[in-house]
């Protein structure tokens, strides 16, 4: 079944460095797949959405990421840090059950912003 | 347009007690699904309502069940619960027209269960 692996539960860079968080997904191409940020004590907030339609996504607060299919990987980047951006990343793709489709998330990537 | 919001934001109950929680999704949508976040597990999909009828089930024990009203509001329950039943509980909501997990799924800030 499609899933998604992040790896790394939790990565430091210091403020100014480039941010990249990896996500991997399991098998066939998926259609769409989403990275979610949470911060602390907050629900899920979509950062970004892939749709086939370009490879290259931008997202919000300067986050972006790129569909490789070569490699089964959707990594989100940020060519600087800031503090604020200390928080939990997820990964999530649909996998399809029952008619329907399921949002199944990764494991998370904890970030952490050094002064 | 208002957020989904969800109540109460937190919650303490013990053993054997039952739990009702509430979701208002964004006005239009009419998807809502349910999520449980532990530390252990992460992530766990619950289940999925739309036009009132439950269209997508997770891997939970029958003690977790849901429903949706007309106005797309949806309400989880937990019966006698457990110790391991303490976690986030998550809402998301959805416009619901390609079909759970591929429409956006915008999220609420949750309810923090705790089971004593």
């Known amino acids: 079944a499609q899933s998604v692996t992040q790896l790394g539960s939790h990565v430091s860079v210091s403020e100014g460095a480039l941010v990249l968080l990896r996500c991997n997904y399991s098998?066939?191409?998926?259609?769409?797949l989403f990275w979610y940020v949470q911060y602390p004590n907050q629900g899920l907030q979509l950062l970004l959405k892939?749709?086939?339609?370009?490879?290259l996504v931008k997202g919000i607060n300067g986050f972006e990421a790129e569909f490789k299919k070569s490699e089964t990987s959707f990594h989100l980047t940020k060519p600087s840090a800031h503090m604020s951006d200390a928080a939990e990343y997820f990964c999530?793709?649909?996998?399809?059950?029952?008619?329907?489709?399921?949002?199944?998330f990764g494991k998370g990537t904890k970030l952490s912003v050094i002064p | 347009k208002a957020g989904v919001t969800q109540t109460p934001r937190y919650l303490i109950k013990t053993r054997g007690q039952q739990v009702t929680l509430s979701c208002s999704p964004i006005?239009?949508?009419?998807?809502v699904s349910w999520y449980q976040q532990t530390p252990g597990q992460g992530l766990q999909f619950l289940f999925e309502?739309?036009?009132?009828?439950?269209?997508n089930k997770g891997n939970f024990p029958g003690r977790f069940s849901g429903r949706q009203f007309s106005n797309s509001r949806s309400e989880m329950n937990v019966s006698t619960l457990e110790l391991g039943d303490s976690a986030l509980y998550l809402c998301?909501?959805?416009?619901?027209?390609?079909?759970?997990?591929?429409?956006?799924?915008?999220f609420g800030p949750g309810t923090r269960l705790t089971v004593l």
């Open positions: 006005s239009g949508h009419r998807s």
């Open positions: 999530a793709v649909p996998v399809p059950r029952a008619g329907s489709y399921q949002l199944t």
């Open positions: 098998s066939s191409v998926p259609p769409y």
């Open positions: 309502y739309f036009s009132e009828t439950q269209r």
């Open positions: 998301a909501s959805s416009l619901g027209v390609a079909g759970g997990g591929t429409d956006t799924q915008y």
């Open positions: 892939y749709t086939s339609a370009a490879t």
